[in-house]
């Protein structure tokens, strides 16, 4: 690496890009994208190949090394991140959240994580997954709420909705129980486990300005047929609505 800066050598350069990208055994073409990386020769075609590669060694570096840029303007493709978060090494899996949670994360790829979340029993690729999600909750909120099945999301929710606690962001936080509150009826279970979670983990001393919009979507979560929703909304609205401007929505809840 160091003469390669030295000398601007693009010939060695190529020559290891080459390498990298070729059918070589797998230590050579892991040296061979260190060594690009160290001298700030790794470019993006370069990598991608790497990533694309039928040796499991390979695909991990090439991904830890993706991991550690700013990846902020490069938008994964769904089918792409789908056939990584089922690659049957566990490391390419973390490395590949890893990697994403640098991206720009849109809905195709919020679902194609959410696809994979009840396969990942480990602690370490929940964990990962989770790193992507906060970095664009929304999308994963929408994504969790459009599964055909989202039994098996209920638990995912409830680590979003503490996630979004833990930023302290009275703004993030009415935004988010908006976006709850206009999910279908149909899954109900899920504004549940997500109001329920965010009631827990918000600090007391986080407080929206109250508006006619988280108005309007607290009355929508009272009239959930679900018990438990409006149940879940009440700690919420206890804590926000200081003028009790939900007073007449509240009392069949509590009567």
Do not use: C, Y
Request: glycine share 8%; no cysteine.
């Amino acid at each position: 690496a160091r003469l390669l800066r030295e000398r601007g050598a693009e010939g060695a350069a190529d020559t290891l890009r080459a390498l990298a990208a070729g059918n070589p055994p797998a230590p050579a073409r892991v040296a061979a994208l260190g060594t690009l990386d160290a001298a700030g020769e790794l470019d993006g075609d370069t990598l991608m190949a790497a990533i694309g590669g039928g040796d499991a060694a390979v695909r991990r570096a090439a991904l830890r090394l993706a991991a550690e840029r700013d990846n902020s303007g490069h938008t994964p493709a769904p089918a792409g991140v789908t056939a990584l978060l089922n690659d049957p090494d566990p490391r390419v899996r973390l490395n590949d959240l890893l990697a994403i949670s640098t991206t720009n994360v849109d809905d195709g790829v919020a679902a194609a994580v959410l696809a994979a979340w009840p396969a990942f029993q480990d602690r370490h690729l929940q964990s990962a997954a989770l790193g992507v999600a906060v970095t664009a909750p929304f999308a994963f909120l929408d994504a969790a709420f459009a599964a055909a099945d989202p039994a098996p999301l209920a638990d995912f929710v409830g680590h979003l909705a503490r996630l979004v606690a833990t930023k302290r962001d009275a703004g993030l936080a009415s935004r988010f129980v908006a976006a709850i509150a206009r999910q279908p009826a149909a899954k109900d279970a899920l504004k549940q486990a997500a109001l329920e979670s965010l009631a827990r983990a918000l600090p007391a001393d986080v407080k929206p300005a109250w508006s006619p919009a988280l108005q309007a979507a607290f009355a929508a979560l009272l009239q959930s047929p679900r018990a438990g929703v409006p149940g879940a909304a009440l700690p919420l609205i206890a804590r926000w609505d200081g003028e009790a401007a939900l007073a007449a929505e509240l009392k069949p809840v509590v009567a």
